[in-house]
């Protein structure tokens, strides 16, 4: 007998195929976003030598948007604020889809106070602003997005840490793969990284002609719902699954990134039980990874605990201690 799986992949297949029947010629393409602009330098206006400057700008150009949630906001922090200066490096955080910079936080601003760095905290662009807005752009300006918060990054430290959450590390991963950015990364840390999802049919997204006969198959939307009031808040839990293909559409080029040429140390904390992110997956990319020394780190957790979000003040305080902990370890034992 036909296994259920297998039943309704050939279903799939078929429909995919009679729809594309329907589809005229210029509609049967993969599904692909426009080449993202990426400037060598931050625009004229912001002062990139005066640390505290580029703080203010940057709080300034957040302030400017009404829709932005309170405390979703990109931000710059100062290692010492009364007397600002670029620091031996430099930390960056990278959130995931539909999150913004509370998704893990204080991992990143302890790791950073820890070792008296500045850091950078991005905000994707269309995120930490309702659903709505996340369906007003597209993957490109994510990737634009990310490149200025790097740019910010690279002017206020000599090397940077990039620090990583679900698909934030595949964000990261782009990001390497750029001309210049490897020389000026010490590591990169992630926790529950995003190179596949566990979905197996994901796949489907990018499939020839799917922003077209995907919203027919299923719902328009993505819709979850939150354990916390401040995952609420902080989290976009309906978006529409055009958000879905442009993730997959990036999902898509890391998965087939040189890693194996990349020079830069690595850390992964992952959960094996991950209802996200492909874990195994995740370890197998781990080992393909070129950069010395790196390390996978398993996360066991509780019945009760989220096995993809593991740690920080909103989904898993308790965890906090140990995350950073390891990390730290994992840093200071890099060769200078």
């Not at 007998?1 to 594309?20: P, Q």
């Not at 913004?100 to 905000?123: D, F, H, K």
């Not at 918060?149 to 990039?162: C, D, F, I, K, S």
């Not at 993809?308 to 995350?323: K, Y």
């Amino acid at each position: 007998m036909m296994s259920t799986s297998l039943l309704i992949s050939s279903v799939l297949i078929v429909v995919v195929v009679l729809v594309g029947w329907r589809l005229q010629v210029h509609r049967w393409r993969r599904p692909q976003f426009r080449p993202p602009n990426l400037p060598q330098q931050l625009p004229a206006d912001w002062v990139v030598d005066d640390p505290a400057a580029l703080a203010r700008r940057l709080a300034e150009r957040e302030a400017m948007e009404p829709r932005i949630i309170p405390g979703a906001e990109g931000l710059i922090t100062l290692a010492d604020p009364q007397a600002p200066r670029k620091t031996p490096v430099c930390f960056l955080y990278l959130h995931g889809l539909s999150a913004c910079r509370q998704e893990t936080s204080p991992v990143t601003e302890l790791l950073a106070a820890r070792a008296g760095a500045n850091a950078v905290y991005a905000r994707v662009a269309g995120h930490g602003m309702g659903a709505r807005a996340m369906s007003e752009v597209d993957g490109a300006a994510w990737l634009e997005s990310i490149w200025e918060y790097w740019l910010m990054a690279r002017n206020l430290g000599e090397q940077v840490v990039v620090v990583s959450t679900s698909t934030g590390s595949a964000y990261a991963v782009w990001l390497l793969e750029q001309v210049g950015v490897r020389e000026k990364v010490r590591a990169l840390l992630c926790m529950a990284p995003n190179f596949k999802v566990r979905n197996r049919y994901a796949f489907l997204l990018t499939w020839p002609g799917a922003d077209y006969w995907l919203p027919q198959l299923v719902s328009s939307e993505r819709r979850w719902h939150s354990l916390d009031p401040r995952q609420e808040k902080y989290w976009s839990t309906n978006y529409g699954n055009a958000a879905l293909i442009q993730m997959q559409m990036i999902l898509d080029d890391v998965q087939h990134a040189p890693i194996e040429t990349f020079d830069v140390p690595l850390m992964v904390q992952c959960s094996p039980d991950d209802p996200v992110v492909d874990a195994q997956f995740a370890h197998r990319y781990f080992h393909r990874w070129g950069g010395e020394p790196k390390e996978f780190r398993w996360i066991s957790v509780g019945p009760d605990e989220s096995p993809h979000v593991f740690v920080g003040d909103i989904m898993s305080p308790q965890r906090n201690e140990d995350v950073i902990q390891h990390f730290e370890d994992f840093l200071q034992n890099l060769p200078q």
